[in-house]
């Protein structure tokens, strides 16, 4: 199981290259074999960056759904429109392909930020406003998503 961590900040050239920060260049080491694939992000004006393995994954839960039903087979077309795969190259940059650069808003600054499994790739102001704008709310948030009484969390506070 994947489990990334940190956030990240740097910057992407005319083409929309990026270099890897080399922090989390190390803990995607054994994914770069593989690959990634890159997508719109469904919530949010970001891009999300899946390990391959993790895609595979995310393909075989959505591969369950019913096509027979109009709302699966929409939900499957507009979640996988404009999904790409991508590879760092040997100069340790990412290539984000321009159809998604424009749907991400990004400029010149952006920020990396690991998602647990997966790196959601911001537009930095994008970034900076979202989480501001959540910050009122977060401690709401945490209390609904994690203080639910069956939850085994195991010493978390």
């Known amino acids: 199981m ?3 961590i940190g956030t990240y900040e740097c910057k992407v050239d005319t083409k929309g290259r990026l270099m890897v920060p080399s922090a989390l260049k190390k803990q995607l080491m ?3 074999q593989e690959g990634f694939v890159i997508k719109r992000a469904v919530f949010q004006s970001c891009l999300e960056l899946y390990p391959m393995e993790e895609w ?10 019913n096509r027979f039903k109009k709302k699966n087979n ?23 392909p321009k159809d998604l650069v424009g749907f991400a808003g990004i400029k010149k600054e952006i920020v990396l930020s690991s ?9 930095k102001d994008k970034y900076e406003e979202t989480i501001e704008a959540a910050s009122d ?7 609904e998503v994690m ?10 506070s």
């Open 2 to 4: 994947v489990n990334l």
């Open 30 to 32: 054994p994914m770069l």
């Open 56 to 65: 595979n994954k995310l393909m075989q839960r959505m591969n369950k759904l």
């Open 74 to 96: 929409d939900f499957i077309r507009r979640f996988t429109a404009g999904v790409k795969t991508v590879e760092v190259d040997g100069n340790g940059r990412l290539l984000i």
């Open 115 to 123: 998602a647990i499994n997966i790196v959601e790739i911001w537009d």
């Open 137 to 143: 709310d977060f401690a709401d948030l945490a209390e």
């Open 147 to 156: 203080g639910i009484d069956d939850f085994d969390v195991d010493g978390i």
